[in-house]
């Protein structure tokens, strides 16, 4: 494997600080792999860096000077500040701090066929899709995932081919540090309001990034969605008037309403949920896929995928057994148990958009009674998008919301779940504020019924109340 050659980055001693990060601990794999010497604190402990520790990685609970101790250079995470006591002794020690995702860009130039998963929505199945598929083809690619993939053993793999593959955020324009061979683009949606001014702002990040995708590689994108749709048709006119030779790249679509390249038609839903469709790619039938992941939006992902697959020389046949046996990704309509038969179920849906596909797809799964338990994720994402939230669980007979996590932010005056609960009250919606988990899993062992689902979700920890709950007794039948 190659070294990287960055400028003004000399020497072998790599620390990483929030090294408990999906996306940072990938990395910190990817470079110890590579032969660097790697170091990281965090701010606690976890399965993640328990994991790197195993994996020979010193690892620093806590965050303080001397961490750093015979680093070389740094990487950091936008969630950490200038007064970090790591960054500060960094800078007086004159060492090169790179953020994450310059770092990620830089890896990825290393190989020849990088890919990048872009989309306001559903980046880390998209991606874990494909992973499966190209695994399956013997094509060996290096894996990022942002999230835990049963497949990969976690969420990163290291492969000795010229195949990379990982997924591109938008936030704070992180992919734009990329120059992917391929650039795949599922939906443009208003998101992450605390970085970007409005819609229009996020489309030209899009934008953006499309611009930097190689001029004889793919641009793939879903030309359901009016803005990814808007993109790849203005396509044409941004490479004539700005980009010499770009011509060339090749440009890709899947959809099921509209006409695209690669098209869901005679879609079916059985018992569970789980979908099936004839797959058409150019008006040719290329046979009936089955996926073990429920939802719609689970066959826009599948679409996605089998575009790219194709695009790269993968046969049909390969794409649809492995889309197949493709059973998800952990936090993503994750089976947790049941208790007194109740379904157990944990979703990441933190977004409005996800919350209505989350719920749908629920819906048509067997239940007598849904109970969904929403923990909202960020003060900025509920107060810029409240009246969509207060709108999102038309398909949920019982909502539960529990305090905002925070993350990356300060609370913000007015803006909690007390005020969301009583906005989805007078939408006619069953709902109420819990102010603990252990209350949320008390209220649910006691009213919740044989046959009905629990469904917890939030990009937080909200995925503690399905545990909570799932330990109570069982009840005397």
């Known amino acids: ?41 965090d701010l606690k402990q976890s399965q993640i860096t328990d994991r790197l520790q195993a994996k020979g990685i010193k690892i620093h609970i806590g965050h303080k000077a001397s961490n750093i101790e015979g680093a070389d250079w740094l990487v950091y995470t936008i969630a950490v500040k200038d007064h970090n006591p790591e960054i500060v ?18 890896i990825m130039e290393t190989y020849p066929y990088s890919i990048g998963v872009a989309g306001s929505h559903g980046k880390t199945t998209a991606t874990s899709m494909l992973s499966l598929i190209m695994r399956r083809a013997r094509l060996d690619p290096t894996i990022l995932v942002g999230g ?7 969420n990163v793999r290291i492969g000795n081919s010229g195949y990379f593959i990982t997924e591109a955020c938008e936030y704070n324009e992180s992919f734009l540090n990329f120059k992917p061979y391929m650039g795949i683009i599922l939906n443009i949606d208003e998101d992450h309001l605390d970085y970007f001014k409005d819609i229009d702002r996020i489309y030209e990040a899009f934008v953006q990034y499309s611009k930097l995708i190689s001029p004889k ?18 396509r044409n006119i941004w490479s004539a008037a700005h980009i010499r030779n770009i011509t060339n790249i090749r440009k890709v679509s899947f959809a099921i309403k509209n006409q695209g390249d690669w098209m869901a038609r005679d ?53 649809r057994d492995s889309l197949a046996s493709f059973k998800g990704t952990h936090r993503r309509f994750e089976i947790k148990g049941s208790l007194n038969d109740i379904t157990v179920i944990d979703d990441y849906a933190h977004h409005p958009t996800e919350v209505r596909a989350t719920l749908e797809a629920a ?21 810029k998008l409240f009246y969509e939230f207060s709108e999102s669980f038309i398909d949920a007979d019982e909502v539960i919301l529990t305090d905002i996590y925070a993350a990356r932010e300060d609370a913000i005056k007015g803006v909690n779940s007390q005020n969301l609960a009583r906005a989805i009250l007078d939408k006619g919606k069953s709902c109420r504020y819990m102010s603990s988990f252990d209350q949320a899993a008390s209220f649910l062992d006691e009213n919740a019924q044989p046959g009905d689902l629990v469904l917890t979700m939030g990009a937080g920890d909200v995925f503690k109340v399905a545990d909570i709950f799932l330990k109570k007794p069982k009840r005397a039948t």
């Not at 689970?298 to 679409?303: G, H, K, Q, R």
């Open 89 to 106: 002794a960094a800078k007086e020690k004159n060492l090169p701090i790179i953020e994450r995702a310059t770092l990620l860009g830089h």
């Open 217 to 234: 590689g793919f641009i793939i994108g879903c030309g359901d969605d009016p803005l990814v749709s808007k993109l790849l048709n203005e």
């Open 148 to 154: 835990e993939l049963d497949d990969i053993g976690g």
């Open 363 to 383: 819906r048509k799964y067997p239940h007598k009674k849904i109970w969904c338990v929403f923990q909202p994720h960020t003060y900025t994402r509920t107060e």
């Open 1 to 41: 494997m190659k070294k990287l050659h960055l400028e003004k980055l000399t020497g072998n001693h790599v620390h990483f600080i929030g090294i408990g990060g999906i996306s940072m601990s990938a990395l910190a794999e990817i470079l110890l792999h590579k032969g660097y010497t790697v170091t990281g604190s």
């Open 267 to 319: 879609i079916k839903y059985n018992h569970k949920g789980h979908p099936s469709y004839r797959a058409v790619y150019k008006e040719q039938d290329m046979g009936r896929f089955e996926l073990k992941v429920p939802g719609k939006y689970n066959i826009y992902n599948a679409l996605a995928a089998t575009a790219a697959a194709w695009a790269i020389g993968i046969s049909v046949d390969i794409i």
